[in-house]
């Protein structure tokens, strides 16, 4: 083969997802094992959902309705918003990638939080536009950094709120500051895939500014809350007129029909939604109060998920910990080296964690020689 393929192309490093947990226990020879490395929902799908998609089975042999109708009036109402100013996608993945897609171009920069969501840089790559780190400040979003980096070139500025894998969240007052500081022709996408878990009324809602006339774009999952991650089904909310274009390039059945059904239901299932909530924020208060008695220092989080700071190689500790049954995420190549990101799980899935991160971190460390 004799292939021509752009630059910005082969500068794309691959999406590394957290290692299907089969996968895991096949490689370490370990059965039973729990993943608290993708920030799922450890309770399942929402049981309403399910019951849609079976009886929604039936009809497959049908395209599905490719403008979502029912399913985007219902989102709408819900949010108190426009059927027109949502764009379903195959995941927020998805509309991340239209999104770049339409409004980024070789020789556009972006701007990213870093780290941040991998997705982000991988759309803007794909575009051939030229992505622009801006280092997070003490674990959060620095908006006095990205405004200095913006320049005639900058089409758009990723905040992820909270952030992944930092938990940490913008606050309102900073937030209305920066806005009002950015040139209308910079679309500013804030990436809301854990907002329904912030617990602090001082975090940004995009929703807040659809109305604003600036191209503020609001980006919400099924994938965490609802538990339907398998499903691939997230949108956006943005002004009409950045909807419209996003519709010219979405493919029309990228919302498939099961999709439809299962997250058109999950939006009823209140007492799923509430019962993930407290098992979120019990779990949260237990894990915190044992990481303290063990001594290992965390990060408080807004989300269904934090980072920890293991004091050694997180890769190490990554494996250790998979020796044990427990997959977690290693931050090394989100440049924290001994930080590791857990996420919240069922009461038995939190025991059993802190269970296994007692022994690998009372595991004597190589690299420490006793004193001579
Ligand atoms: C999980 C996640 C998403 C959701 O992606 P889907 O494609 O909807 O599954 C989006 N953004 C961030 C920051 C996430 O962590």
Same mark, same amino acid.
């Given at each position: 083969m004799n292939l021509s393929v752009p630059d910005y192309i082969l500068s794309i490093s691959p999406y590394v997802p957290g290692k299907? /947990?089969?996968?895991?226990?096949? #490689? *370490?020879?370990?059965?039973?094992?729990?993943? !608290?490395?993708?920030?799922?929902?450890? =309770?399942?799908?929402?049981?309403?959902? !399910?019951?849609?998609?079976?009886?929604?089975m039936g009809k497959l042999h049908r395209y599905p309705d490719g403008s979502g109708y029912y399913f985007v009036r219902k989102l709408a109402e819900k949010l108190g918003v426009s059927p027109a100013n949502i764009v379903l996608g195959n995941g927020s993945d998805e509309v991340i990638g239209m999104l770049t897609r339409v409004f980024l171009q070789p020789g556009d920069e972006a701007i990213l939080p870093q780290p941040s969501?991998?997705?982000?840089?991988?759309? %803007?790559?794909?575009?051939?536009?030229?992505?622009? *780190? $801006?280092?997070?400040?003490?674990?959060?979003?620095?908006?006095d950094s990205i405004k200095t980096r913006i320049s005639s070139k900058t089409r758009m500025i990723f905040l992820c709120n909270?952030?992944?894998?930092?938990?940490? /969240? =913008?606050?309102?007052?900073?937030? #209305?500051?920066?806005?009002?500081?950015?040139?209308?022709?910079? $679309? /500013? %996408?804030?990436?809301?895939?854990?907002?329904?878990? %912030?617990? +602090?009324? +001082?975090? %940004?809602?995009? !929703?807040?500014?659809?109305?604003?006339g600036q191209p503020v774009v609001t980006l919400r999952t099924f994938s965490k809350i609802y538990g339907l991650a398998g499903l691939r089904i997230g949108y956006g909310i943005m002004p009409e007129k950045m909807a419209g274009l996003l519709n010219r390039i979405r493919m029309p059945f990228n919302a498939n029909s099961l999709a439809q059904a299962g997250a058109s239901a999950a939006l009823d299932d209140y007492e799923f939604f509430q019962k993930t909530l407290s098992t979120i924020h019990e779990g949260l208060d237990f894990l915190y109060g044992e990481l303290e008695r063990i001594g290992l220092e965390y990060f408080p989080t807004q989300t269904n998920f934090f980072l920890i700071d293991v004091k050694k190689n997180a890769g190490d500790v990554f494996e250790d910990m998979l020796k044990q049954g427990v997959i977690v995420r290693s931050m090394i190549s989100y440049g924290f080296p001994e930080y590791i990101r857990v996420n919240v799980g069922t009461h038995e899935e939190n025991v059993r964690f802190i269970k296994a991160i007692e022994n690998v971190i009372q595991k004597p460390d190589d690299r420490i020689f006793p004193e001579c």
């Open positions: 299907p /947990i089969e996968e895991l226990e096949r #490689e *370490y020879g370990i059965r039973n094992s729990i993943k !608290l490395a993708s920030n799922e929902n450890p =309770l399942g799908p929402s049981p309403m959902a !399910l019951k849609a998609i079976q009886e929604a969501f991998l997705m982000y840089d991988i759309s %803007v790559r794909c575009d051939g536009a030229t992505p622009i *780190y $801006v280092p997070l400040e003490s674990l959060s979003i620095d908006l909270p952030n992944n894998p930092t938990g940490t /969240i =913008l606050k309102k007052k900073a937030f #209305e500051h920066f806005l009002a500081d950015i040139p209308w022709d910079i $679309v /500013i %996408v804030l990436d809301e895939a854990y907002i329904e878990f %912030v617990r +602090d009324h +001082d975090c %940004v809602r995009g !929703l807040d500014y659809l109305a604003s």
